[in-house]
């Protein structure tokens, strides 16, 4: 424990991180690695809030663009995210680890209600608690709840895994000479337009102190590395 920078996560995956190789939906095989990578740290110790994304299911802006109400859409989209968070707990309760589904949305039958004392609680205990339904409103996204939730579970920092490794100045798919930050500050971020979070999470990030980790998912033993504070990914800081 002692090598570790931070102590408690908030660990961000998007919907789509849930895919793996597949086009929708979730890859079992998938799941199995994120509890297996997970339950490394937890086992050393690392408190652990997940926030999880819906995108491999349904986004709000996709129905809204097919010419649904946003609103409306936007909580079928939150709904996709509780879908998501059940399968984690199944793959990390598999893998051996206490978990707890925390909902924005109440649903009695499927998780909890979220309480953020008791999610605090749960994580002093040593449940990796998934939080479910984003914020719990719509014109939000899950970037944002992981930023609020990050900030309101006092984490040490937010981990935002994607399938790339770290925020780039231009698309490293499509421009060869695409340069990789080691580091870089909310206001650059924000300033380019750079699509690491949307402008709400980054801000509030940036208001709250709370350090961003963008990291790929596939990388051999990237949580330990990135929470020893070895050079993984991107950071971003003041
Ligand atoms: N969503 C929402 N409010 C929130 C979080 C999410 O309305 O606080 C909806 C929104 O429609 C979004 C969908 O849930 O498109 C899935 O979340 P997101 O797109 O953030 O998932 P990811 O891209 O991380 O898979």
Redesign the pocket.
């Known amino acids: 424990m002692e090598d570790y920078k931070y102590r408690r996560i908030l660990l961000?995956l998007?919907?789509?991180a849930l895919m793996g190789d597949g086009e929708y939906g979730m890859d079992p095989k998938m799941l199995e690695h994120l509890a297996e990578s997970i339950k490394t740290i937890h086992d050393d110790g690392i408190e652990v809030g997940i926030v999880v994304?819906?995108?491999?299911i349904?986004?709000?802006?996709a129905g809204a663009a097919a010419g649904m109400d946003r609103a409306q859409?936007?909580?079928?989209?939150?709904l996709?995210?509780v879908m998501n968070a059940l399968a984690l707990q199944d793959a990390f309760e598999k893998a051996g680890m206490m978990t707890r589904v925390m909902s924005?949305i109440e649903m009695h039958e499927v998780a909890e209600t979220y309480i953020r004392r008791r999610a605090i609680r749960h994580l002093e205990k040593g449940r990796v608690v998934i939080f479910a339904a984003?914020?719990?409103?719509?014109?939000?996204?899950?970037?944002?709840?992981a930023a609020l939730r990050a900030c309101e579970i006092d984490a040490d920092c937010l981990m935002k895994a994607t399938k790339v490794d770290g925020i780039y100045d231009k698309d490293p798919m499509r421009h060869e000479d695409a340069k990789r930050y080691d580091t870089i500050s909310y206001r650059d971020v924000l300033a380019q337009g750079l699509k690491v979070m949307d402008a709400t999470a980054t801000a509030l990030s940036q208001d709250n102190h709370m350090p961003i980790i963008v990291f790929d998912i596939s990388e051999d033993d990237v949580f330990e590395k990135a929470l020893k504070g070895e050079s993984v990914g991107t950071t971003v800081v003041e």
């Open positions: 961000k998007s919907g789509e994304g819906g995108g491999n349904f986004r709000g802006m859409a936007d909580y079928m989209g939150m996709a995210t924005a984003g914020t719990g409103n719509p014109y939000f996204t899950t970037d944002t709840a």
